[in-house]
Nanobody
Framework: QVQLVESGGGLVQAGGSLRLSCAASVRTVSLYNMGWFRQAPGKEREFVVAISWSGSTTQYPDSVKGRFTISRDNAKNTVYLQMNSLKPEDTAVYYC??????????????WGQGTQVTVSS
């Protein structure tokens, strides 16, 4: 199983920025589509973004479009999520995912353990 480890979460004020990282334990992660989901307490897991294996195609929902940017460095086996103009409703545990494509949890085969993002008002 591909091991994914997220980092970079923390506490920020509304309007601030965070950069999340997702490091993969295997070099073949460069062959996978990847992305991010998030889950707030009491809510269902929510799709945040997806990126193709080459990095040439991305998919964002309207809730984060224009504020969040995904990128990947396959040579470093790492995917990034730059989050700007953060809002309190962005508060959630953010999960790195790999191995599929789509906006549903079951579309992906591999999941990280999550990193907490908290945005204060």
């Amino acid at each position: 199983q591909v091991q994914l480890v997220e980092s970079g979460g923390g506490l920020v004020q509304a309007g601030g920025s965070l950069r999340l990282s997702c490091a993969a334990s295997v070099r073949t992660v460069s062959l996978y589509n990847m992305g991010w989901f998030r889950q707030a307490p009491g809510k269902e897991r929510e799709f945040v973004v997806a990126i193709s294996w080459s990095g040439s195609t991305t998919q964002y929902p309207d809730s984060v479009k224009g504020r969040f940017t995904i990128s990947r460095d396959n040579a470093k086996n790492t995917v990034y999520l730059q989050m700007n103009s953060l809002k309190p409703e962005d508060t959630a545990v953010y999960y790195c995912v790999a191995g599929g494509w789509g906006d549903r949890s079951y579309d992906y085969d591999h999941w990280g353990q999550g990193t907490q993002v908290t945005v204060s008002s």
